[in-house]
């Protein structure tokens, strides 16, 4: 399901219009994005949870050179499903 039937479900189902749908998920997406920027874990009950990850800094090698190369740390978003979202 990509963002644009995820609009249609929310419209079809909470019956409002396609802007608010819309608007929903960008405040909650946006939401989220902020709240793991500043390393506060999202949890929503029986969906999952969102937090901060981190990448090491690490070696690395140039596959057509065979060269080494220096790979920075790096944050990511992780997302854990619950468990009862993993089971249904």
């Known amino acids: ?21 819309n608007t ?3 405040t909650l997406v946006n939401t989220v994005k902020v709240a793991v920027k500043k ?3 999202v949890k929503i009950v029986g969906f999952g949870t969102f937090k901060k990850g981190i990448r090491k800094a690490r070696k690395g090698r140039n596959p057509q050179t ?10 990511f ?11 249904k």
């Open 39 to 41: 390393n506060e874990p």
């Open 77 to 87: 978003m992780k997302f854990v499903a619950s468990k009862t979202a993993a089971t």
């Open 1 to 21: 399901m990509n963002k644009g039937q995820l609009v249609e479900k929310i419209v079809k189902d909470a019956g409002v219009t396609k802007a608010a749908a």
């Open 66 to 75: 065979g060269e080494t190369i220096k790979i920075k740390r790096k944050t």
């Open 24 to 26: 929903m998920i960008n």
